[in-house]
């Protein structure tokens, strides 16, 4: 097999990509892997159903190495490991690199990720032999790649992946590339912001690209996907999923960092906040809180260190765990985040909305209920913050005290947001009336400063859980 004449960086990938699918062949033929491979429709059904599944994008986790681009990304990785903490985030399937000389995988990497998510095999897929060999390695969907195969040779590689159940995710660069993959009618429609050719990443041109994608076919944005608000624009541009390596394989907590990814499409209608026990935290659990909050800002007689938030953390079950801060730098925030292991950081001082505009995780932003100063902070952190937590304008943390309603249901109008501010189950039906996502409380749940009440918050809980149905 010949490999095609390409441009740039990729040409000596895919030669050796070609050179290395020949020797598989001469070890096993085309006619020993068409014996051994039969049509499994179901796999495209469930690679899919994963994916699209909701709310918000979906996430196709990758398992890789290295890249030409980045170097080594996680030097001595177990990526089965690495996959199963995929898995327990929330990711909705995985991609396998299985490129050998220049991203150092191969197909044992795509058997050897032994976990219930569907698989992608991501390679440069250049001949019938690589679509029926990575049925057999067993995947359920493959990458095929516009810039790589001529119309004749795309059109035979997507029919023969539809023969075997196979899902296609099929990746362009460009209007051209564009053009010629619908006219295959692919599962999926990969836009990358990454020029092969070059390396180069021009999110802005993706995002143009991914606007001219047809309803009918999902998009999946590819590449330069960093941050938790990099995958709101994504969603925003039209992506019905997105596709992420190098992030997540350099990330200490890929579990948390997905799970709070996941978090920006489903905002929680109730976090408990001020968590400094484990048993409290354990009761704010067992209520049925969506968030816990535990307190990092050293004014606050609710701080707790690291470690212990590391303890409380644990606790957490499924619930979303929120780091609160105020003053803190973006430096800070991103170390103890990944030594707790937080799902959200929610900013509450003096900090600047640029130092934080492609922080990992999602970030939350206090806002003063004050029709001045509201909408001002408001404006300047609308492209940074995921979602915003309105509470009183007399501290930059928690006072217990009630908000102007009236002001607050002006900045719940036009922003995703939770309410706080002394709120307890008595409150909450007027609170109700300000429109927010969902409510945040704290003192009004405590017998003392960090010490809930779990009589107070059952019924916090129930009550908020039963206005917002």
Same mark, same amino acid.
């Given at each position: 097999?010949?490999?095609?004449?390409?441009?740039?960086?990729?040409?000596?990938?895919?030669?050796?990509?070609?050179?290395?699918?020949?020797?598989?062949?001469?070890?096993?033929?085309?006619?020993?892997?068409?014996?051994?491979?039969?049509?499994?429709?179901?796999?495209?059904?469930?690679?899919?159903?994963?994916?699209?599944?909701?709310?918000?994008?979906?996430?196709?986790?990758?398992?890789?190495?290295?890249?030409?681009?980045?170097?080594?990304?996680?030097?001595?990785?177990?990526?089965?490991?690495?996959?199963?903490?995929?898995?327990?985030?929330?990711?909705?399937?995985?991609?396998?690199?299985?490129?050998?000389?220049?991203?150092?995988?191969?197909?044992?990497?795509?058997?050897?990720?032994?976990?219930?998510?569907?698989?992608?095999?991501?390679?440069?897929?250049?001949?019938?032999?690589?679509?029926?060999?990575?049925?057999?390695?067993?995947?359920?969907?493959?990458?095929?790649?516009?810039?790589?195969?001529?119309?004749?040779?795309?059109?035979?590689?997507?029919?023969?992946?539809?023969?075997?159940?196979?899902?296609?995710?099929?990746?362009?660069?460009?209007?051209?590339?564009?053009?010629?993959?619908?006219?295959?009618?692919?599962?999926?429609?990969?836009?990358?912001?990454?020029?092969?050719?070059?390396?180069?990443?021009?999110?802005?041109?993706?995002?143009?690209?991914?606007?001219?994608?047809?309803?009918? !076919?999902?998009?999946?944005?590819?590449?330069?996907?960093?941050?938790?608000?990099?995958?709101?624009?994504?969603?925003?541009?039209?992506?019905?999923?997105?596709?992420?390596?190098?992030?997540?394989?350099?990330?200490?907590?890929?579990?948390?960092?997905?799970?709070?990814?996941?978090?920006?499409?489903?905002?929680?209608?109730?976090?408990?906040?001020?968590?400094?026990?484990?048993?409290?935290?354990?009761?704010?659990?067992?209520?049925?809180?969506?968030?816990?909050?535990? !307190?990092?800002?050293?004014?606050?007689?609710?701080?707790?260190?690291?470690?212990?938030?590391?303890?409380?953390?644990?606790?957490?079950?499924?619930?979303?765990?929120?780091?609160?801060?105020?003053?803190?730098?973006?430096?800070?925030?991103?170390?103890?985040?990944?030594?707790?292991?937080?799902?959200?950081?929610?900013?509450?001082?003096?900090?600047?909305?640029?130092?934080?505009?492609?922080?990992?995780?999602?970030?939350?932003?206090?806002?003063?209920?004050?029709?001045?100063?509201?909408?001002?902070?408001?404006?300047?952190?609308?492209? !940074?913050?995921?979602?915003?937590?309105?509470?009183?304008?007399?501290?930059?943390?928690?006072?217990?005290?009630?908000?102007?309603?009236?002001?607050?249901?002006?900045?719940?109008?036009?922003?995703?947001?939770?309410?706080?501010?002394?709120?307890?189950?008595?409150?909450?039906?007027?609170?109700?009336?300000?429109?927010?996502?969902?409510?945040?409380?704290?003192?009004?749940?405590?017998?003392?400063?960090?010490?809930?009440?779990?009589?107070? !918050?059952?019924?916090?809980?129930?009550?908020?859980?039963?206005?917002?149905?």
């Amino acid at each position: 097999m010949s490999a095609p004449v390409l441009p740039g960086r990729l040409g000596p990938i895919v030669r050796d990509v070609a050179r290395r699918a020949a020797a598989r062949r001469a070890e096993s033929p085309l006619a020993a892997l068409r014996r051994e491979v039969r049509p499994e429709p179901a796999r495209r059904q469930r690679f899919l159903d994963a994916l699209l599944a909701g709310p918000g994008p979906g996430v196709i986790a990758e398992c890789k190495r290295r890249s030409p681009s980045a170097g080594d990304l996680a030097p001595g990785v177990d990526l089965a490991e690495r996959a199963a903490a995929y898995a327990r985030g929330g990711a909705s399937s995985l991609s396998v690199l299985t490129e050998e000389d220049h991203f150092a995988g191969s197909l044992a990497d795509l058997r050897a990720v032994g976990t219930t998510l569907p698989r992608l095999r991501k390679d440069f897929l250049l001949d019938e032999g690589m679509v029926l060999e990575s049925a057999a390695a067993g995947a359920d969907a493959v990458l095929l790649l516009a810039c790589v195969l001529d119309d004749a040779r795309l059109a035979e590689l997507r029919a023969l992946a539809g023969e075997l159940g196979l899902a296609v995710l099929l990746e362009v660069h460009d209007e051209a590339e564009l053009d010629r993959a619908l006219a295959v009618s692919p599962d999926l429609l990969g836009v990358n912001a990454r020029d092969l050719t070059t390396f180069r990443v021009d999110p802005e041109r993706a995002a143009e690209l991914l606007a001219r994608v047809p309803d009918a !076919v999902p998009a999946v944005a590819e590449s330069g996907i960093r941050s938790a608000a990099d995958v709101r624009r994504a969603a925003a541009a039209g992506a019905r999923a997105v596709l992420v390596g190098e992030t997540l394989m350099r990330a200490p907590r890929p579990d948390a960092v997905l799970r709070g990814w996941r978090s920006q499409f489903a905002p929680p209608r109730t976090k408990v906040c001020g968590l400094t026990r484990e048993q409290d935290v354990a009761a704010a659990v067992a209520a049925g809180a969506d968030a816990v909050g535990l !307190v990092f800002a050293p004014a606050s007689p609710r701080v707790v260190t690291p470690t212990r938030g590391a303890a409380l953390a644990a606790v957490a079950s499924d619930a979303l765990v929120v780091g609160v801060f105020a003053g803190v730098t973006r430096g800070e925030a991103e170390r103890i985040a990944a030594e707790v292991g937080l799902h959200a950081v929610q900013l509450c001082g003096d900090e600047r909305p640029a130092d934080f505009a492609d922080f990992p995780l999602p970030v939350w932003r206090r806002l003063p209920v004050d029709a001045v100063t509201g909408p001002r902070e408001a404006a300047a952190w609308r492209d !940074v913050a995921a979602l915003f937590v309105l509470d009183h304008p007399a501290a930059a943390g928690g006072t217990g005290r009630r908000v102007e309603l009236e002001v607050a249901a002006r900045l719940a109008a036009d922003l995703p947001c939770l309410l706080a501010g002394g709120l307890d189950a008595a409150a909450l039906p007027a609170a109700a009336a300000a429109g927010a996502l969902g409510f945040d409380a704290s003192s009004a749940l405590e017998s003392a400063p960090g010490r809930k009440d779990p009589e107070r !918050v059952r019924a916090f809980v129930r009550t908020a859980h039963e206005l917002l149905a």
